[in-house]
Structure formats: structure tokens, C-alpha cells
């Protein structure tokens, strides 16, 4: 129901039961929030979208207040201004002066937050809060004097990944947020999926930087510097950049990193192209024997990590395929140190990925051969970007050029792993290809590319019923169990941590974040539609990994550079 209340003495539609945040945003009317996110029930813990309502002695939360018919509001009153700029300046008040070192520096909201309210001297003093880094976690470093305690964090790690693996420590003014136990981070049951740093409001999460290490190598000179980008790469790139995506901008990040002086250039859509073969094979065999186990696929580390923790039992069904860098990456140290004549010893093999999560799998036991791992360094797409900025190449004037021989394409299906439910319907395709040798209609994946924590569908192939599980973000494990619960079965299931997939990974931009998840995906769909090479089976690199490369190479041919193993991991809680 709609009715009328008064904001800045003009009338506005509200809504029954909506916030008054919500209908001031209708209506094109912005106040600030700090602890309040979208999809979130309220919290009320900051205090800094208060507004004024007539009547009311205090200031009101916009964010946890229902609107009531004829409200009368005052979003920016003298009274509501100081009130806010007090929150602030309070905040501001023991948090270290350091924002030219923050990694946080110009995407920060606590900064924005000062800026947009004028303040420009520090009125209050207080204790600052004593420092402590923790640089434990392969992917995530956390310092605690930033944090403004909003629990922020607290909430996407509980209640969007489902993992719990931080909370509010101590009590009054040594509150503070940490892993159970107040123990480090790589004590404690994080997945490094990293969905807690895109959402803190200043530097107290941030990920981990592999960029100083790259740049160190790019100096070596008797050491060839390897890169591989995963296809949603260059779409994250032209984003941070400012500039609008086109096809040639795959082709031009190729020519940006030759310059920057990288020996040899890869899509890591070529270990995609791979996995999504592998997997097919694996799919084939166990329908074959008639295995009644479902095969989980294991392209997200952060999920593989979940699984090892907290469902061990399922551990025998995890798919052993590599993920797609690690693939790539085990190609590099193999293939083209052989085809190239260096030592893999000699070869600095860094990956580009939007998942944060990348940075922890490279570093997995089993993800090494003969003690030279298959990835030596881990970027995000915002490192990538600070990269090409530090060496001043100017994107919007240079030639695009080709990836690297024999690895220098993959198909439209490895881009579609970025989004939840891609890669299964990759994998459905090619076990179609390969029976009927033509395409599968796309209508039948209709039921995968839709919304949801959880999708089922079944595709009839060769008279046999393919049943198939989507877990789009970890909330979907809980649909899963019910589904097993009332006694259905399914062939192959695909869990992503990230809701949304990769196209919503924490290695991928912070600025309008909501906005670009969509058109990164109808990016992804739109090249998939055009792409002649919609299939690894089509595509000539993959026809010759699998026709020439397997069966010429000695430490291919047997495929285990191709596999890995996991363990039961204890965690504390
Ligand atoms: S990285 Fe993911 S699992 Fe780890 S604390 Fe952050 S949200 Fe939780
Ligand atoms: S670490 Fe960041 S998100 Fe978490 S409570 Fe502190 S400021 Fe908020
Ligand atoms: S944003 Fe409303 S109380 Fe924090």
C-alpha cells in the first residue's frame, strides 16, 4: 500500500513496511550508511543514517525504521548534520593516520564519509587503538586498528558464505573482530573466499599483495616471467580502467603485459577448456559404472576448502581434476618449459584471477611437481590493474596481439566457468557434442542460468538421465541436504562459494560492484552466443593438447599433471 509522508517539506510515496532509507533512495534522496547492507536486515550499529522525525525526541535509524504514514523528515537538518559528522569524527578519532599507506586509500567509505561531511580538523582525541597485523592468511591481511567495528564482515562470512569463521572478540573498548579463539587467521576455519573485504568499509581487510614479489621478478633477467588471466580478467581490467569492454581488449591485455615484460602470455581459459574435458571423461565413466555417488565439481578452492573442514565424508566424490590455473599452471612448468627449452626451475609463473581464494589454492599441498609448483604468484584483477598503472601504459593506444603458441585460445564455454551453473552446462554440452555431434539447444539450460542458492535440472543423452545440482553460494548446501533428504539423486554438482560465481569474485573491482556483476555476466553469455568455438572439443588448442601434446610429451601422457588429491583439514571451529 502507498501513502504520503513529508521528507525536506516535500511530499513523497512511501511504502507500507519499507525502511525510510528505502523510500528516501526511491525517491532520489541519499543519506549515509556504514553498517547497513543491501540484502541485510539492519543492524543499527553505526548511527550515521540518522534522520530527524518530527515528534521524536531522538534521531532516528533510516536504515531499521519502518516508515509510518505522514511522517514528517528531515534528511539534512543542522541537527542531523552534527550528529553524523560527530559519528564520524569519532571514528576518526583513534583510527591511525596512515590513509596515503591504506590499501583502502580512495575506495575507502570511512574517508568518503569525512570528506562528504566537510570535516577537515581533528576536534577529538582518543587513544589509538594498538596496532595489530595479521598476515597469516595466504589471501587476507587484517589490521585491526582500522576496523570501525560496523560487522560488516561478521555477517557475509555467517550469513552469505555460511562459514562462521569470524565474529565480535572481548567486550567494551577491546572489542574487536578475529577467527575464534582470537587466534590468527590461518589458525581458524576461513576459506579465503574474501566477500569479507569486499564489503569493510576501510583498509582493516584487505587481500594480500603478490604484486611488490612480481614486480621484483619482472627484474630477474635470467628468469623467463610467465602469466596466465582467466577470460573475466580483461572484462575487470577494462572496468578499473574506465573503459568500455570490447572483444579486442582480450587481444590488447596480451600487448599491455608484453610490455610491462612478461617472456610468454596465456588465457588461463585453456586449463578451462581442460577441466571442463576432464570432468566430462570423469562424468562419462562413473554413469557407465553405474556409480551412485555424486561427482562434486572442485573449480572453487574456497568450496574444496569448505568440503575438506566441515563434509570430509564427501571428500572420495570431489572431483581430482585441477582447477583451471592450477592446469594452466602445470602446463607452463611442463609443456612450455619443454617447448621452450627452459628449465621449469627458471620460469616465475604468475596467475591473474578475480577469486581471492586463487592465492590460498596455490599453495595447496599437491599442486606442486617434483617441488616446483605449478604457480608461483597469485594477482587480483585490482593488483593487475595497479600494475599496468605503475608502468604508465597508456591503454587506450596500443595494438592488440595473439596469447602465446600452443596455448593462445580456449572456447566460449571456459568463460562461461566464471558464472554459477556454467561450468555444468559446459560439461552437459560436450557430453551432448559427444554423442549426438552437434550442439545442445540452449533452452535446456535455461533451468541453470537462473537466480537461486540452488538449481536442479536433467538432460536425457544416449538414453540416459543426466541429473545435475547448482549450489550458488554456500547458503545452497542447505537446499542440497533437503533434496538428498527427500531421496533425489544427481549425477554431478557444482557448488560455487561466491553467490553468482567468479563474476562476483573478491579478486574482481570494488567500484559499483552490483552494477558490473550483471554486465560482466551478459558480457560472458553474449560472446558465448557469437563464438563459433562454443565447446573445448572445437577448439584447436584444446584438439592439440589432447591429439598431439598428450601423446608427444612424456610427462604429460600420463595426465597427472592434469590431477590432484585433498585431505580432511581439523579446524578449531
Ligand atoms: S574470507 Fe570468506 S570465509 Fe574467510 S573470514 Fe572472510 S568471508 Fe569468512
Ligand atoms: S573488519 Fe571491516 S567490515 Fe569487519 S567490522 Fe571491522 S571495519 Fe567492519
Ligand atoms: S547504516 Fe543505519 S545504523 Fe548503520
Known sequence: MLFTIQVNNRKIKAEKGETILSALNRNGIRIPTLCRMADF??????????????????LVTACSQP?????KIRTHSPRVITARKTIVEMLLSNHPDDCLYCDKNLNCELQRLAEELNIRERRIRAKKIKPRLDQSSPAIVRELSKCILCGRCIRVCEELISANSIDFIGKGSKTHVGPAMDRDFNFSSCIHCGQCVMVCPTGALHEKHNLVEVQDYLHHNDIAKV??????????????????????????????????????????????DICITEI?????????????????????????????????????????????????????????????GIMPEKIFSVSVTPCMAMKFEARRDGMMRKGISDVDSVMTVRELARLIRLYGIDISNIEPEPADEPMEGSSSAAGLTEISGGITEAVLRLVYFYEYKNDADKQLFKRLRAGGAFRETSLMIANRKIAVAVVDGLTGLEKLRAAFNAGRKYNLIEVMTCPGGCINGAGMPFAMHEINIKSRRKIIYQADETDPINLPCKSPVNINMYDKYLKENEVLSDKKVFYTHYIKRNVLL
Open 41 to 58: 536486515s539492519p543492524t543499527g550499529a553505526c548511527r550515521i543514517c540518522v534522520v530527524e522525525v518530527e515528534g521524536r525526541d531522538r
Open 280 to 340: 566430462a571423461g570423469q562424468l562419462l565413466e562413473r554413469i557407465k559404472n553405474e556409480t551412485e555417488d555424486p561427482l562434486y565439481i572442485s573449480a572453487c578452492p574456497s568450496w574444496v576448502k569448505y568440503a575438506e573442514q566441515f563434509m570430509p565424508d564427501i571428500i572420495p566424490q570431489l572431483s581430482t581434476v585441477k582447477s583451471p590455473q592450477q592446469l594452466t599452471g602445470g602446463l607452463i612448468k611442463t609443456l612450455i618449459a619443454d617447448s621452450s
Open 67 to 71: 516508515v509510518e504514514e505522514w511522517m
Open 227 to 272: 602469466i596466465q588471466y582467466s577470460p573475466l580478467v580483461t572484462i575487470g581490467i577494462a572496468e578499473e580502467m574506465g573503459i568500455k569492454y570490447n572483444k579486442d581488449f582480450d587481444r590488447t591485455l596480451n600487448s599491455i603485459l608484453r610490455r610491462i615484460g612478461f617472456n610468454k602470455i596465456f588465457n588461463s581459459g585453456v586449463g578451462t
